[in-house]
């Protein structure tokens, strides 16, 4: 079964507009992590924003935040005030206790700003 | 610090030969791991280590090899290049196990088997 859902393949921006990248999960364990990675077209993978299953507030770094519905198992990446530099490759990643904490990505969701 | 290393870039192989990745990190992390990936499907884990000495498989690991013996480093054995491993190869390491742990990445090395 998927851990991590994407369903938007791709995704078209304008220019200073805010864009919401969805992410869906599945687990049964209390303790994981949600991560959300940029992969611009030079290919290289950029840690954006972290979320952890027992924090009680949204993640927030910069431009970025995180709507996290527990209940709902949902992980959505907000990227506020969009710029053309931000046109990439977006992964959701989730990592559960059980076993060893590895790392799962979702499909990935391809944004594109628009001038 | 230079971080996440993978040798080579770029590499072409025929069907049949193997190889091997390179993957060393000077963060003195305890995790590291081996992705692929491949368009519509994401990164998809090969091979795993949570220490020196240690190694699991994870989501894909035929057709590859890994071993663990020291800290820094964590080759990909290929035994035999076939076409469908043509892919992106990702090594990455974590500081250790846990649910907040960031997993930092090498650059990549695009691998065409023909």
């Known amino acids: 079964a998927q851990k991590i859902t994407q369903t938007q393949p791709g995704m078209f921006v304008q220019e200073k507009e805010a864009v919401t990248l969805d992410c869906t999960y599945d687990t049964s364990d209390p303790s994981y992590g949600l991560f959300w990675y940029k992969q611009p077209s030079s290919g290289e993978m950029i840690f954006l924003i972290y979320q952890g299953s027992y924090d009680q507030q949204n993640a927030t770094e910069g431009r970025y935040s995180l709507n996290f519905q527990k209940a709902r198992k949902s992980a959505n990446l907000v990227i506020s005030a969009s710029q053309l530099g931000d046109s990439a490759m977006y992964f959701c990643a989730m990592r559960e206790r059980i076993p060893d904490y590895k790392l799962s990505f979702g499909a990935g969701t391809t944004v594109t700003v628009r001038a | 610090n230079a971080g996440v290393t993978q040798t080579p870039k770029f590499q072409v192989l025929k069907t049949g030969q193997s190889m091997t990745l390179q993957c060393a990190q000077d963060m003195n992390h305890e995790y590291m791991s081996w992705y692929r990936q491949d368009p519509g499907m994401g990164l998809r884990l090969i091979h795993y280590?949570?220490?020196?000495?240690?190694?699991d498989q994870g989501e894909v690991p035929n057709g590859y090899n890994v071993s663990r013996s020291t800290t820094e480093d964590f080759p990909l054995r290929l035994l035999s290049a076939a076409p469908s491993q043509t892919s992106v190869y990702f090594c990455?390491?974590?500081?250790?196990?846990?649910?907040?742990?960031?997993?930092?990445f090498g650059q990549g090395t695009r691998l065409t088997v023909v």
């Open positions: 990455a390491s974590s500081l250790d196990r846990g649910p907040n742990t960031e997993a930092f």
């Open positions: 280590s949570v220490g020196a000495g240690i190694t």
